[in-house]
């Protein structure tokens, strides 16, 4: 009997909760392949990659022919950067069963272990396959096309990327949010651990002991970080009030603050930060910016930062008064915590920017300078504070490990968020990284990704020769990657859009 979908509820809002739940019924029910299935997606869901890999070969030891046990195997491995495991996981798994997904993957892997030729051919075998309204489409077609110019065949390649901005032009949101989501999730494996509180932490407080400037509250991680934190509070300057989150937890859930923290030594698997307890308000409510930023490219490191984001406001108006013992009402702003509140009030007029629980940042930055604040100079901080943040990704080594050995295409552009916190003098504070911030939401929200998905094709999907190039640079183009190069430069420039370069 398959088990009960409140557990596939559980995993996405309580997984360690549930990875207790699923490890006894695992244990209980050995033979049952939905406990040990649902186990392996609990670890997924945690980015415990080597887990729950051990739990869908579990599945398919009962059941060798399980499609999702077959892929998520796979995955695991890609997902740890082992390709050539999981480029052999795919393959026997398209094997067993033939399927798009696991065809792609083996194209794509194909690609980063500098196989282009081979690459390209099964990206054309995938496109001989898929049906017409197939959503691998599209991102075949965008794989086919950066692995034909990483193998010098850039003519075939623009005939790839025409395909796909004709598709993109009938179907421009799910194109564009299609193609997101996929490089999302496929990205460089080395941005996973920064999607763990705890590992942000670390890095984020050791790259500030060599490079200050980057406004960050101070974080601890329980259990390792206890006798420091112990030492914080009695210190001169301890914070009245203190933020407690889940390590992996995501959406709020889990989120506590309290002006005491002895209750939270014994805590495991948190983080416990000073909580900023003089935010800017919002009429009268606390809230969180959503930054946007695109790595266009790591070896050169390019990136940019989006000047418009989204703003999301917590029901319950601001207190900091430790004695009044507020809830996540007032503390936590992500908003989709507090569905059902009666002080949440999500407009559905997309060009509603400035009203109700979800605004946007140009709406935020034009209401502090209507305060007396200078909402220019915030969004210069914010940007300096995502240079620091990516110039401490730089520092960690990620870009140049990326880009080592890998044919230059292999991985497409890669967009991330931050959400950042403005105090009540006008200065951002970045609190967490999102990894692969969510495209859905509110009407304004996805106005707003929309927009910017729309704005990231344009920069990164374009023909390279046309018939007004000239005949010498067409010559180039067909000979030369460095010319490739630099016009894909040119086009990803004249299209930024709302895009700002960084200065790294």
């Known amino acids: 009997m398959p088990l009960n979908d409140d557990i596939n509820e559980l995993i996405e809002h309580e997984t ?3 990875q207790l739940l699923l490890r006894r019924l695992a244990e209980e029910m050995p033979t049952s392949v939905d406990a040990h299935y649902l186990l392996g997606i609990s670890h997924l869901r945690r980015l415990e990659f080597a887990p729950a890999r051990a739990a869908f070969l579990e599945v398919l030891k009962l059941d060798p022919k399980h499609n999702d046990a077959l892929r998520n195997a796979a995955f695991c491995l890609l997902a740890a950067g082992d ?3 999981a480029l052999a996981g795919f393959q026997h798994a398209l094997k067993v069963t033939a399927n798009a997904g696991s065809m792609r993957h083996v194209a794509l892997l194909l690609h980063r272990l500098g196989r282009t030729q081979e690459a390209a051919q099964t990206y054309e075998r995938l496109l001989a396959v898929c049906q017409p309204t197939s959503p691998e489409i599209p991102i075949a077609l965008q794989g086919l ?4 110019r990483d193998a010098g065949k850039p003519i075939a390649a623009d005939h790839a ?9 009938r179907e421009p949101v799910g194109v564009s949010s299609g193609l997101i989501a996929r490089n999302n999730s496929d990205d460089f494996h080395e941005w996973s651990p920064y999607a763990d509180k705890a590992h942000l932490a670390q890095v984020l407080t050791a790259h500030a002991a060599k ?4 406004r960050f509250p101070e974080t601890f991680v329980l259990p390792q970080d206890r006798a420091a934190l112990e030492a914080f509070a009695k210190g001169p300057d301890a914070p009245a009030l203190y ?9 709020g859930q889990g989120i506590r603050v309290t002006p005491d923290i002895s209750g939270e030594l014994a805590a495991q698997d948190v983080v416990v930060q000073r909580y900023i307890d003089r935010p800017y308000l919002i009429e009268g409510h606390k809230g969180h910016c959503r930054i946007y930023c695109l790595i266009a490219s790591a070896d050169p490191l390019r990136a940019y930062v989006y000047s418009e984001g989204i703003v999301r406001i917590a029901p319950e108006p601001y207190d900091p008064d430790p004695a ?15 569905v059902g509140h009666p002080g949440l009030n999500v407009s559905q007029d997309a060009n509603q920017e400035d009203v109700g629980s979800i605004r946007s940042l140009s709406a935020l930055l034009r209401r502090m300078t209507a305060d007396g604040l200078d909402g220019q100079k915030a969004f210069g901080e914010i940007k300096a504070l995502v240079e620091w ?4 990704l730089a520092a960690q080594g990620l870009f140049a490990r990326q880009a080592a050995g890998r044919p230059a295409r292999a991985f497409p552009p890669k967009l991330f968020g931050l959400d950042v916190l403005i105090d009540a003098e006008g200065h951002p504070w970045l609190i967490e990284m999102q990894r692969t911030p969510a495209a859905k939401g509110a009407p304004l929200v996805e106005k707003i990704n929309l927009e910017m998905y729309r704005t990231v094709f344009a920069m990164t999907h374009a023909p390279l020769i046309d018939d007004a190039t000239p005949a010498d640079l067409t010559q180039a183009l067909r000979t030369d990657d460095a010319a490739r190069r630099r016009r894909e430069l040119e086009i990803e420039t004249a299209n930024r859009g709302k895009f700002v370069l960084l200065d790294l």
């Open 211 to 214: 490079t200050p400037g980057g």
């Open 145 to 148: 096309a950066f692995a034909l």
């Open 243 to 251: 933020i407690v989150k889940p390590i992996r937890g995501s959406g």
């Open 83 to 85: 390709y050539e495991g």
């Open 324 to 338: 009044k013992g507020a809830g996540p009402s007032m503390h936590v702003t992500n908003t989709a915590l507090h």
């Open 389 to 392: 943040h990516v110039g401490m």
């Open 161 to 169: 990327m025409l395909q796909l901005i004709e598709r993109y032009r």
């Open 16 to 18: 360690t909760q549930a």
